[in-house]
Nanobody, 124 residues
Framework: QVQLVESGGGLVQAGGSLRLSCAAS????????MAWFRQAPGKEREFVAR????????YYGEAVKGRFTISRDNARNTVYLQMNSLKPEDTAVYYC?????????????????WGQGTQVTVSS
């Protein structure tokens, strides 16, 4: 099992930027596909982005494509989400997730371990 701790959330105005971090421990980070999801009040958890174990491949949800960038630093066991041009509809709790079995999916069920989440609020 992998322990994941997100940080970097907060309140930002529309058009602004935030960078989320997710620190992993307790597993072999370099073997895992990592992802970010988000969940707004009253909505289902939504796929945001994922990155391959080596960082060479990434994939984004349509709602964030061109605005968000996922990256990872395997030496620090950390994955990042750079969020630019933020919109009020990006307001949600953002979760980091680890896929330990290389499913490389976009569903909640494709991921084995989850962080506690970090709140991102974008004001208009």
């Amino acid at each position: 099992q992998v322990q994941l701790v997100e940080s970097g959330g907060g309140l930002v105005q529309a058009g602004g930027s935030l960078r989320l971090s997710c620190a992993a421990s307790g597993g072999t980070f370099t073997e895992y596909t990592m992802a970010w999801f988000r969940q707004a009040p009253g909505k289902e958890r939504e796929f945001v982005a994922r990155i391959s174990w080596g960082g060479g491949s990434s994939y984004y949800g349509e709602a964030v494509k061109g605005r968000f960038t996922i990256s990872r630093d395997n030496a620090r066991n950390t994955v990042y989400l750079q969020m630019n041009s933020l919109k009020p509809e990006d307001t949600a709790v953002y979760y980091c997730a680890a896929d330990r079995t290389l499913r490389r999916g976009v569903r909640v069920s494709d991921y084995d371990d989850w962080g506690q989440g970090t709140q991102v609020t974008v004001s208009s």
